[in-house]
């Protein structure tokens, strides 16, 4: 069975720095990633996703993730963080499948921006 | 274009009573899902539906969680009767095909006391 790991639960950066949040995946292949932010009280948006192709993925809002399939792993990047960026995030892996993709999430990282 | 529909927002109801969701997807998104999401944890899929036939449904609670699509547009989940541990909040997704990712909803919240 798939599995997401997402080993921070909170992460506390100042304004301006750079951020990292890590994700890695258990799946027999390589499956579809994702990428989404959770503001209190929303629903989830995406931030970005792979499906095959440049590793390097860009996404919204400034962020970014890279696909490194020997360590199982799409880390998400952003140069510099800006208060808003304040929110719970969620990696996500589906199957390369036609069964529908149904997305498994990891537990999520809190993302806490110091003035 | 307009968004995945949910409804209502917020839901308080006691242990035991029943209780409905509603969803309504994107205008032509065929895939449907229900997840479940507990506080602190990330969404679970409950059920996926394409068209009105579920396409999966293993980890609905099938003793207590019903859900249908009976003409392949809008949704509703239901609990009866709803326990303590039911108390999260309910996001409904669509997409027009599966790779293209989900449209989430804005969830219900539920909160069983």
């Known amino acids: 069975a798939q599995s997401v790991t997402q080993p921070d639960i909170h992460i506390t950066v100042s304004e301006g720095a750079s951020l990292e949040l890590r994700c890695n995946y258990s799946?027999?292949?390589?499956?579809?990633l994702f990428w989404y932010v959770q503001s209190p009280g929303q629903g989830l948006q995406l931030l970005l996703k792979?499906?095959?192709?440049?590793?390097l993925v860009q996404g919204i809002k400034g962020f970014e993730a890279e696909f490194k399939r020997s360590q199982s792993s799409f880390n998400l990047r952003k140069p510099s963080v800006h208060w808003s960026d304040a929110a719970e995030y969620f990696c996500?892996?589906?199957?390369?499948?036609?069964?529908?993709?149904?997305?498994?999430f990891g537990g999520g990282t809190r993302l806490m921006v110091k003035p | 274009e307009a968004g995945v529909a949910q409804s209502p927002r917020y839901k308080i109801i006691e242990k035991r009573q029943s209780v409905a969701f509603w969803c309504n997807p994107i205008?032509?998104?065929?895939?449907l899902y229900w997840y479940q999401q507990i506080l602190g944890q990330g969404p679970k899929l409950l059920i996926q539906?394409?068209?009105?036939?579920?396409?999966?449904d293993s980890q609905l609670p099938k003793d207590r969680f019903s859900a249908e699509r009976l003409k392949g547009v809008d949704s509703t989940l239901k609990i009866q009767p709803a326990k303590l541990e039911d108390s999260a909040v309910y996001l409904c997704?669509?997409?027009?095909?599966?790779?293209?990712?989900?449209?989430f909803g804005s969830g219900t919240r539920l909160t069983v006391v």
């Open positions: 997704a669509s997409s027009f095909q599966g790779s293209d990712g989900y449209t």
């Open positions: 799946y027999g292949a390589t499956p579809y």
């Open positions: 792979y499906f095959s192709g440049d590793t």
């Open positions: 996500a892996v589906a199957p390369h499948n036609n069964a529908g993709n149904m997305l498994t």
């Open positions: 205008s032509g998104h065929a895939t």
């Open positions: 539906f394409q068209n009105n036939g579920v396409v999966d």
